[in-house]
Every structure is written in structure tokens, then in C-alpha cells.
T-cell receptor
Framework: DGGITQSPKYLFRKEGQNVTLSCEQN?????MYWYRQDPGQGLRLIYY???????QKGDIAEGYSVSREKKESFPLTVTSAQKNPTAFYLC???????????????FGPGTRLTVL | GNSVTQMEGPVTLSEEAFLTINCTYT??????LFWYVQYPGEGLQLLLK?????DKGSNKGFEATYRKETTSFHLEKGSVQVSDSAVYFC????????????FGAGTQVVVTP
């Protein structure tokens, strides 16, 4: 079955630690995205990648980093510089995101990160 | 910039009631409009979409019509079920923003038996 997987489902981190959230897709999509969701708020874009080896900052990139070494994978690292990292993190992908395209984004099941 | 405004929740309904969730948008270009649904503890699922003015998206009994004159994309369902309890997000994607989605804050819907 094609889809997007995220792991782990739940993640606990001590203050001062970096953690990496996994996102894998087998949909052959070019574009991938990371969103953060806080209670009572909509999703906010952290980073996005339109193609392998390229990515751009979204609206709230501070304290996060990403890589896109393979088309299928777009891991997100939450660094110790992120002041309030406790949130629900969602990964998404779409066929492409070139100018003029408004393709549907498909979402993974999410990772809930809690800082202890 | 682009923005999406949707009605605040929670919206509490009895089973078989009519549901409307208002959504209005601001965009500089000609956006595509989406409704996503999120069940507790899960990711978002696309519910329906419309890509141009006067298009009607529909799925699972839900409908929404792209109204350019009122910049709206209200979600409706004629008879809700308990299983429709979820958070509903309105979103837009503008051709000038490289496919990035702009989300509303979400509206929680609670359907009681």
C-alpha cells in the first residue's frame, strides 16, 4: 500500500536534547512538508522540500533542521534551540510543488513530541 | 498574504442534524481550496477540494462550493453521524506559493447520539 509513515508515534525528550522525527513516503512524490500543530491552532509550516537535496524554511523554522538526501525520506530534527517543542508534528507530501501547481497534500499519522 | 478564517468551535450537534462550517479566505491569486478532516490522534485526511470558482467538491455526504464573489468555501452535510465527530480544517493553496497550504485554525465538531 502506498502512503506516508512517521515514526515514532510518541516521543519523549529531555530538555537540551536533539531528537529526529522520521518521515517516509512511497508515493513517488517530489514535494514533502513538515507542519507543527498546537492545541486549538491550525497547522504551521516548518520546512518544505520541492526536490531532493533542496529545502526551504517555512513560517516557523527556527530551532528545527531537515535534510532531503533521498526522494522518499524527509527527517526533521528538533534541536535544543527550539524553545517550546512540545507539539504534534505532521509530515505531508504532494506530487510536486512547482510554480503553477496546487496539488493535494497527503499526510502521515503524526508524531507527538513531549519535552519532559 | 494569504489567510483562511473558519468558524470557532466546538460545534455540538445531534445525530442527523444539518452541519455547516463557515470558511472564508484572502488570497492574492487564484487559489485551490480544500477541506481536511482530523480524527482524534491521527493525521489529516483530504475530505474534498475545489480548484476554480463555482466548482463543488463532494465526498462522504459533505459538500462545499468555491464562491469567488464571497471568497468562501463553506462545508455542509445534510445529516451528520456520530462518526463525523472530528476537527475540520479549511485550507488554500495558491499557485504563487509553490503549493504550500495555508490552514484555518480548525473547527471541532461533536455529534451526540
Amino acid at each position: 500500500d502506498g502512503g506516508i509513515t512517521q515514526s515514532p508515534k510518541y516521543l519523549f525528550r529531555k530538555e537540551g536534547q536533539n531528537v529526529t522525527l522520521s518521515c517516509e513516503q512511497n508515493l513517488n512524490h517530489d514535494a514533502m512538508y513538515w507542519y507543527r500543530q498546537d492545541p486549538g491552532q491550525g497547522l504551521r509550516l516548518i520546512y518544505y522540500s520541492q526536490i531532493v537535496n533542496d529545502f526551504q524554511k517555512g513560517d516557523i523554522a527556527e530551532g528545527y533542521s531537515v535534510s532531503r538526501e533521498k526522494k522518499e525520506s524527509f527527517p526533521l530534527t528538533v534541536t535544543s534551540a527550539q524553545k517550546n517543542p512540545t507539539a504534534f508534528y505532521l509530515c505531508a507530501s504532494s506530487i510536486d510543488s512547482v510554480a503553477g501547481s496546487t496539488d493535494t497534500q497527503y499526510f502521515g499519522p503524526g508524531t507527538r513530541l513531549t519535552v519532559l | 498574504g494569504n489567510s483562511v478564517t473558519q468558524m470557532e468551535g466546538p460545534v455540538t450537534l445531534s445525530e442527523e442534524a444539518f452541519l455547516t462550517i463557515n470558511c472564508t479566505y484572502t488570497a492574492t491569486g487564484y487559489p485551490s481550496l480544500f477541506w481536511y478532516v482530523q480524527y482524534p490522534g491521527e493525521g489529516l485526511q483530504l475530505l474534498l477540494k475545489a480548484t476554480k470558482a463555482d466548482d463543488k467538491g463532494s465526498n462522504k455526504g459533505f459538500e462545499a462550493t468555491y464562491r469567488k464573489e464571497t471568497t468562501s468555501f463553506h462545508l455542509e452535510k445534510g445529516s451528520v453521524q456520530v462518526s463525523d465527530s472530528a476537527v475540520y480544517f479549511c485550507a488554500l493553496s495558491d499557485r504563487d506559493s509553490w503549493g504550500k497550504l495555508q490552514f484555518g485554525a480548525g473547527t471541532q465538531v461533536v455529534v451526540t447520539p
